[in-house]
């Protein structure tokens, strides 16, 4: 059986080819801060936000939809961690929002502005 990391990473992988067929720019992926992690950092070029994306995968709905495994506490942190990035950028005068990319089996599904 693979072990979590490298499902995450094979996850991953399809929430940043999904986002790039949409137009997104991969601006980095997993990045850390003491407060939190945040999977995917995009630009979406359309709207010309800063997308800080979690992606949730679930093989079926038996214990409910991906996105809903993004709890208070983790949307939270993803906040916390979302600053300390634009702060370091220089970015904290830009738009930017919170998407879930829902990995549902192989089924994506991007639920922009999610929290």
């Known amino acids: 059986m693979l072990n979590t990391k ?3 990473e094979k996850y991953e992988n ?3 080819y999904y986002l790039k067929k949409e137009k997104y720019k ?6 850390n801060c ?9 630009y979406d070029k359309q709207t010309k936000y800063i997308v800080f994306v979690e992606v949730k995968y679930r093989a079926t709905c038996l214990f409910g939809r991906p996105v809903e495994a993004v709890t208070e506490d983790k949307m ?10 634009l702060k370091l950028k220089g970015w904290l ?3 930017y929002r919170y998407d879930v ?6 089924d994506i599904r991007h639920i922009v502005n999610a929290f």
């Open 101 to 106: 990319v829902e990995i549902l089996d192989d």
């Open 76 to 85: 939270r942190k993803i906040h916390i961690t979302s600053q300390v990035y």
């Open 26 to 31: 991969i601006l980095t992926r997993n990045f």
């Open 14 to 16: 399809m929430a940043i």
């Open 93 to 95: 005068d830009k738009n």
């Open 34 to 42: 003491p407060a939190g992690e945040i999977d995917i950092i995009a």
């Open 6 to 8: 490298i499902l995450g």
